[in-house]
């Protein structure tokens, strides 16, 4: 998970390990057979802390076969029938109960000493135009540190530029177009902070996953799936989130990739409507 740096066990004063409950139902309706990708399974970077593992349940039953993608992301293809149609999964796994990591001392990477592995992040992708945010970029965060301070000098102007709002989603916007319309949904703030940083040479890469309310005040809104991003900076890759822009408790990657378009939740091949779409991330035992 992303709690790397921490030790695996709670010292005096830190917080114990939790479990949490986590799982989602879709309810799709197509009118014929249709092939779907699925991008909805815990990265298996946290396969050991499932205690209940996030088995993909169908409803009629239908073949599942499953692959691993370029990413390293679990991803389901199945044949959906037609009429109504139920996708679900109930895991339960176990968290450390420490919020994200933060490393105030992490250091940019000058380009030439990058890792291989890490280039692709640098480069402009569906959502995330660099040749249109670059000049913009250097004139907001080019004068100022780099490294950690420099992200987070990102995350905080996308924390105050965009207002969020779910009346605000819509799937075709860009980074370029959140950066002018100023309004969006997590996935809006995540795709400007993660182009603001490829703009400024640091690698940055899209994330998916459950990020239920766990230790803070409950949101009414219903809940969906989240999405922020990580930054090379050092040795290793940091979660950054600048839609809530504070270290969370309970984060549960799913997928990474260049943008949302590596890591939609379904891809599907043939005209279909989703009826239903219901996400939850609950501690074990609170309230």
């Known amino acids: 998970m992303n709690n790397a740096l921490h030790s695996a066990y709670p010292l005096a004063g830190q917080p114990a390990p939790l479990q949490l409950r986590l799982g989602f139902e879709m309810v799709y309706n197509c009118p014929a057979p249709t092939p779907m990708i699925l991008t909805l399974s815990i990265h298996h970077s946290s396969s050991a802390d499932l205690i209940q593992p996030d088995l993909l349940l169908t409803n009629p039953p239908v073949p599942v076969t499953a692959y691993h993608d370029m990413y390293g992301?679990?991803?389901?293809?199945?044949?959906?029938?037609?009429?109504?149609?139920?996708?679900?999964?109930?895991?339960?796994?176990?968290?450390?109960?420490?919020p994200d990591v933060t490393a105030p001392w992490a250091e940019q990477v000058p380009v030439e000493q990058l890792p291989e592995s890490t280039l692709v992040f640098l480069l402009g992708?569906?959502?995330?135009?660099?040749?249109?945010?670059?000049?913009?970029?250097?004139?907001?965060?080019?004068?100022?540190?780099?490294?950690?301070?420099?992200?987070?000098?990102?995350c905080d102007f996308v924390h105050q530029h965009i207002e969020f709002g779910y009346q605000h989603a819509r799937r075709t916007r860009?980074?370029?177009?959140?950066?002018?319309?100023?309004?969006?949904v997590c996935r809006d703030y995540a795709h400007l902070?993660?182009?603001?940083?490829?703009?400024?040479?640091?690698?940055a890469r899209y994330c998916t996953g459950?990020?239920?309310?766990?230790?803070?005040?409950?949101?009414?809104?219903?809940?969906?799936?989240?999405?922020?991003?990580?930054?090379?900076?050092?040795?290793?890759?940091?979660?950054?989130?600048?839609?809530?822009?504070?270290?969370?408790?309970?984060?549960?990657?799913?997928?990474?990739?260049?943008?949302?378009?590596?890591?939609?939740?379904?891809?599907?091949?043939?005209?279909?409507?989703?009826?239903?779409?219901?996400v939850w991330a609950d501690e074990v035992g609170a309230g």
């Open 125 to 154: 992708s569906r959502y995330c135009e660099t040749d249109q945010l670059s000049e913009t970029a250097w004139q907001l965060f080019g004068h100022g540190a780099t490294g950690w301070a420099r992200v987070q000098a990102i």
């Open 210 to 278: 459950y990020l239920g309310d766990i230790r803070i005040p409950a949101v009414p809104s219903p809940m969906d799936f989240a999405g922020w991003f990580e930054a090379y900076l050092g040795d290793r890759w940091y979660t950054f989130d600048a839609r809530n822009n504070t270290p969370r408790i309970g984060r549960v990657l799913m997928a990474r990739g260049r943008d949302a378009c590596d890591v939609a939740l379904a891809s599907t091949f043939g005209p279909n409507t989703l009826n239903r779409f219901t």
């Open 193 to 203: 902070a993660i182009a603001f940083c490829r703009c400024m040479n640091i690698p």
């Open 174 to 184: 860009t980074a370029w177009e959140a950066y002018q319309e100023r309004r969006g």
């Open 73 to 98: 992301n679990w991803c389901t293809r199945i044949v959906a029938p037609p009429g109504n149609f139920v996708l679900e999964t109930h895991a339960l796994i176990q968290d450390s109960g420490l």
